[in-house]
C-alpha cells in the first residue's frame, strides 16, 4: 500500500514537471518569437506608442523665367503648434497668446480642449512674431519649420504660373501641371510620449526637415511678358473692353515668351478674387476667330492651286446671299483679287473662295493647322475649341466658316497657327517650360522645338505671308499694326459673339483681335492681341491693332533685333520691375518700428529698411508692393503715411548699401 502511494507520487511528480517544463518551453518559444524573429516589427510598434509623427510641408521648388528671375519661391517660416497635455497652465497661456495670434482666448482654449496630443495655433507666422513667442517660453508651445509659397512679381504672369494652396498642393497653371516635379518631400516633426500617451521631451523633438523639389526654367521672359501685360491693360482699359488676352511666341520654336491675361490677379491672395480671373484664358477659353481664319482659308486654296493671289471674285457690292442667309461686307466692294480679300477682309470674297476649296478639303487643312484638338502645351486646362466634322456642316456652315464663324479656337491655337506661316508652312508644339533643374543646378530634363506636322510647302507661305504684309499698308485693315521699320504681317479679326438668350449673335458684343508676325521676312515674333467686348470699337484693326504695335517695338527693341529701314525715333525700352530676391538667413531689427505705423491702408516709412524686413511688413500688413533693386530701401511711392489708393503704382527702390 505504501510502495502504490510512492509510485503515485512520484508519477504526480513527473506530471507536473512536465507540465511546468512544458509551459517554460512554450514561454522560451514565444520569447525566442517576439524578442528574435520579430523583433524589427515589435520595435517599431513600440516607436508608435512612444513616438508621434507630425508631417511637415514640403519645400517647393522655384519657378523662374528663362533668365533665371524667380517668378515663384518658398520661403521657410515658423508655424506655432500646442501640445495641450504639457501646458502648466491651460487659461494663463491662452490669455498670453491670444493678442499675438490674433484670435480670441476662447478660440485657443477650445483647441487646448480637444482630445489630440498635438494641435496647430497658427501656421507660418511673421519671422518677427515667431520670434517674440518664442521668447515668452511657454510650456507645450512649440515651432515647426514650413515653407510657404510667395509670389515676388505680385500679378506679372500670375495667370501662367498659378498658385499653390494651404497644403501647398498647387492649385493653378505651371504650379498644378509640374506639381509632383516642383514638390518635394515631406518632412516630419516626431515627439515622444510616456505610457499615459503625455507628450515629452517638446525641446528635443527630432525634425527631419522637407526637401526641396524641382526647380522649373520656364521660356517666358519677365520684361517681355510685363510688356506684354502693360500694354494689354492699356488696350482693355481705353477701349471699355471687358477683359483681354495677348500672346508672344517664337514661330520657329513654338517658345511661348509671354502669355498676358487681363485682369489678373495677385497669387499672394488669390482667394480674394473672383474665380474667372483665376484662370488662364490664353488656353483655357475658345472663341470665334472672325477674319484671322481668312489666313487660313486662304493657305488651303494656294496650298490646292485652286486660286492665285491674282484671281479675281465679284464681291457683290457688299450683299450676297447664300440658301437664307445674307452675307455683309463692312465696305462695298464690286470686283478684289485674292489678295485684296485679305487686305480689306472681305467675308463675302472668302465665302467664295471657301466654295470653291469645298468642305471636304478646308476641314482637312484646319485640321492640319491644329483647329479642333489640344495643341499639347504643357499648361492644365486647354480647351480643344470646336471643330464640327464636315458632315454636320449644312447649308451655310461652308462659307461662314470661311471666315470665321461657326468655329471656335484658343489663343494658343490661332497663334501657333499662324506661327506656321511664319516659319515656312511648319506646324510647331507650342511649350512653356524650357528645363526643369534640381536644387544643386544640375538638369535634370531639358525640353526642345518639337516639330508636329508640314501644313503647306514654303512657297505657299511665302505667298500668303506677302498678302499679309498688305494688311499692315495704306488701306489695309491692319494700318494702326504697322511698326516704322520693321515689315509686319498680319491680320485684323472681328467676330461677332454669341448671345446665350436668343441663341443667335448679339448684336453688340464683338470680340476684336489682330494677329500677326514680324519681321514679315524673318520672323522672329509672332503675337496675337484679343479684347473681349470693346465699347469703342468693334474692330481689331481700331483697338487690338495699336497694342500690337506696342508689344512689337518695344520687344523687338528689347531684344536687340535692328530695323530694317530708318526709324524717326527710338522706343523707349520698358522694363519689368525687378523681382524680389529670397530673404536672406539673417534677420535684422533696423528701420522703423512697426508699432509706430500708421494704421490701415497707409504706406509705412520703409527708409533705410533690408528687403528682408520689408518683407516681413509686407507680411504683416498684407501688402503688395513692387521691390526694385537691391540692398536697402531708399526711395518709395507713396510717401510714408500717404493713404494707398487702388490706382497708386506702389512700389520700393533699392539702392545697394555703401
Keep these: 500500500m505504501k ?84 501646458i502648466q497652465d491651460i487659461n494663463g497661456t491662452a490669455q498670453v497668446l491670444a493678442p499675438f495670434l490674433g484670435i480670441s482666448k476662447r478660440d485657443i482654449l477650445h483647441k487646448f480642449s480637444t482630445n489630440r496630443n498635438f494641435v496647430w495655433l497658427e501656421r507660418r507666422l511673421a519671422p518677427d512674431l515667431a520670434a517674440r513667442i518664442k521668447n515668452l517660453k511657454l510650456h507645450g508651445i512649440g515651432f515647426s519649420p514650413e515653407s510657404k509659397r510667395f509670389y515676388p512679381n505680385v500679378e506679372v504672369a500670375a495667370n501662367v504660373v498659378g498658385f499653390t494652396g494651404l497644403d501647398p498642393n498647387g492649385l493653378e497653371g505651371i504650379e498644378l501641371k509640374y506639381d509632383s516635379v516642383i514638390l518635394g518631400n515631406t518632412g516630419y516633426l516626431v515627439t515622444e510620449r510616456d505610457a499615459l500617451g503625455r507628450n515629452i521631451a517638446i525641446d528635443d523633438a527630432l525634425v527631419k526637415k522637407s526637401e526641396p523639389g524641382k526647380n522649373i526654367i520656364l521660356t517666358l521672359d519677365k520684361n517681355i511678358q510685363y510688356i506684354a501685360e502693360k500694354e494689354l491693360a492699356k488696350a482693355v482699359t481705353e477701349s471699355g473692353a471687358k477683359n483681354g488676352m495677348a500672346l508672344v511666341m517664337e514661330p520657329n520654336t513654338g517658345k511661348v515668351l509671354a502669355m498676358a491675361n487681363y485682369p489678373s490677379f495677385n497669387p499672394n491672395s488669390f482667394s480674394h478674387y473672383a474665380q474667372s480671373l483665376l484662370r488662364n484664358r490664353v488656353v483655357a477659353d475658345s472663341f470665334e476667330p472672325g477674319s484671322t481664319f481668312k489666313v487660313f482659308l486662304i493657305s488651303a486654296a494656294l496650298e490646292e492651286k485652286i486660286v492665285k493671289p491674282t484671281d479675281v471674285f465679284n464681291c457683290e457690292n457688299g450683299r450676297y446671299t447664300i440658301a437664307d442667309r445674307t452675307i455683309h461686307d463692312t465696305h462695298s466692294y464690286s470686283s478684289l483679287s485674292v489678295a485684296d480679300i485679305l487686305k480689306y477682309s472681305s467675308n463675302i470674297g472668302a465665302a467664295k473662295i471657301g466654295s470653291r476649296l469645298g468642305d471636304e478639303r478646308l476641314f482637312r487643312y484646319l485640321r492640319s493647322f491644329g483647329f479642333g484638338e489640344r495643341t499639347g502645351i504643357d499648361l492644365p486646362g486647354e480647351s480643344p475649341g470646336n471643330l464640327r466634322d464636315k458632315r454636320r456642316w449644312y447649308g451655310v456652315d461652308l462659307a461662314t466658316i470661311s471666315f470665321g464663324q461657326g468655329v471656335s479656337a484658343s489663343a494658343i491655337q490661332l497663334a501657333t497657327a499662324i506661327s506656321t506661316v511664319a516659319n515656312g508652312g511648319i506646324l510647331m508644339k507650342p511649350y512653356i517650360v524650357e528645363r526643369i533643374v534640381d536644387d544643386k543646378g544640375q538638369e535634370v ?80 515674333l509672332t503675337i496675337f492681341v484679343v479684347i473681349d467686348e470693346p465699347k469703342t470699337s468693334p474692330y481689331g484693326g481700331v483697338v487690338a491693332a495699336p497694342a500690337f504695335r506696342e508689344i512689337a517695338l518695344k520687344t523687338l527693341c528689347y531684344l536687340k533685333i535692328p530695323p530694317q529701314g530708318e526709324i524717326s525715333k527710338t522706343p523707349k525700352v520698358v522694363e519689368a520691375k525687378q523681382a524680389v530676391p529670397p530673404p536672406q538667413d539673417e534677420m535684422s531689427e533696423e528701420g522703423a518700428s512697426l508699432d509706430s505705423m ?49 490706382t497708386d503704382e506702389v512700389w520700393i527702390k533699392f539702392t545697394p548699401s555703401a
Design 445 to 524: 530634363q531639358k525640353f526642345d522645338p518639337q516639330v508636329m506636322r508640314r501644313v503647306i510647302s514654303e512657297d505657299t507661305a511665302r505667298k500668303v505671308t506677302k498678302m499679309m504684309e498688305s494688311v499692315t499698308t495704306n488701306g489695309g485693315t491692319g494700318l494702326n499694326a504697322a511698326v516704322e521699320g520693321y515689315l509686319v504681317a498680319g491680320k485684323t479679326g472681328t467676330a461677332q459673339k454669341a448671345d446665350p438668350v436668343t441663341h443667335g449673335y448679339s448684336a453688340t458684343k464683338r470680340t476684336a483681335s489682330f494677329i500677326g508676325f514680324i519681321p514679315a521676312d524673318k520672323p522672329k
Design 598 to 646: 500708421a494704421e490701415g491702408e497707409v504706406m509705412p516709412n520703409f527708409q533705410g529698411m533690408s528687403m528682408r524686413r520689408v518683407l516681413q511688413v509686407m507680411e504683416k500688413r498684407s501688402l503688395n508692393i513692387r521691390l526694385m533693386g537691391s540692398g536697402r530701401a531708399m526711395e518709395q511711392n507713396p510717401p510714408p503715411g500717404q493713404k494707398i489708393r487702388g
Design 3 to 86: 510502495d502504490e502511494r510512492e509510485k503515485w507520487a512520484r508519477v504526480r511528480i513527473v506530471m507536473i514537471g512536465t507540465l511546468f517544463g512544458l509551459l517554460f518551453l512554450g514561454v522560451v518559444g514565444r520569447a525566442f518569437y517576439l524578442q528574435i524573429l520579430q523583433h524589427e516589427e515589435m520595435i517599431k510598434k513600440a516607436e508608435k506608442q512612444h513616438q508621434r509623427i507630425i508631417p511637415l510641408t514640403p519645400a517647393r521648388g522655384a519657378i523662374m523665367d528663362r533668365n533665371g528671375t524667380p517668378l515663384a519661391v518658398s520661403l521657410e517660416m515658423d508655424s506655432c503648434y500646442a501640445e495641450p497635455r504639457n
